[in-house]
């Protein structure tokens, strides 16, 4: 079973519009969750990183929420653009008694189409 | 500023054949992995590199080598391809490894299919 699940698996949605993606994890020991955006044809690249001690962290129209006590996430995407259609990969790091070896737990993304 | 390459972009090769994938950095980063990434599956770790000369297995190794003789390269050789490694495959690097805020840079992946 996969430790990071993620929901919805795609979305439609009208350019303007906000959206919102769930992540939820049973990784542990938690040491910090990452939000990567993927566009077709590219490599990820980091959004955000949290560590359980924050809650929410912003980066433009993306907001991320942390729930560490519920291993729940969600990436918020504010007033959506046609550049926002990607893959949103949440991925949780546990931590490893190996300095800088933290394991990480990859989902499988929401993919996200935003439409004129 | 060319960060991570990899090359080529695509390729197509045979059942039974060997390829290797290069993977270059120009940041002197420490850490690189290789990832392959397939429907229905998150990104999966097949080897890491802590530093020139040290790799290490990830969690689908099986069919892999690699080697990391320069801090800059790190490729990934399929000895003799099979169909099941048909897939996207990501070359990343990281200054100081995934931990606490360590952010992975990733490449613009590779696409193999083998037939």
């Known amino acids: 079973k996969n430790q990071v699940e993620q929901s919805p698996q795609s979305l439609i949605i009208l350019e303007g519009k906000n959206c919102t993606l769930q992540?939820?994890?049973?990784?542990?020991?938690?040491?910090?969750l990452r939000w990567y955006k993927q566009d077709t044809g590219r490599g990820p690249v980091s959004l955000t990183i949290?560590?359980?001690?924050?809650n929410t962290k912003s980066n433009g129209r993306y907001t991320a929420t942390l729930d560490a006590d519920t291993k729940q996430s969600s990436l918020h995407i504010t007033a959506s653009q046609l550049s926002d259609s990607a893959s949103y990969i949440c991925?949780?790091?546990?931590?490893?008694?190996?300095?800088?070896?933290?394991?990480?737990?990859f989902g499988k993304g929401n993919q996200v189409v935003v439409i004129p | 500023d060319a960060g991570i390459t990899q090359s080529p972009r695509y390729k197509i090769t045979e059942t039974g054949r060997q390829v290797t994938l290069m993977c270059h950095q120009t940041?002197?980063?420490?850490?690189m992995f290789w990832y392959r990434q397939d429907l229905g599956h998150g990104l999966r770790l097949i080897y890491y590199?802590?530093?020139?000369?040290?790799?290490d297995k990830g969690e689908v190794p099986d069919g892999y080598v690699v080697s990391r003789s320069k801090t800059e390269n790190f490729p990934l050789t399929l000895e003799s391809a099979t169909r099941s490694q048909t897939s996207v495959y990501f070359c990343?690097?990281?200054?100081f490894g995934t931990g606490d805020f360590h952010e992975q840079y990733f490449g613009p992946g590779t696409r193999l299919t083998v037939t």
């Open positions: 990343a690097s990281s200054e």
């Open positions: 992540c939820n994890y049973t990784v542990s020991p938690f040491s910090n």
């Open positions: 949290m560590t359980f001690s924050e």
């Open positions: 991925v949780v790091s546990a931590r490893t008694q190996i300095y800088g070896n933290n394991r990480l737990a």
């Open positions: 940041w002197s980063h420490s850490y």
């Open positions: 590199s802590a530093a020139a000369d040290i790799t």
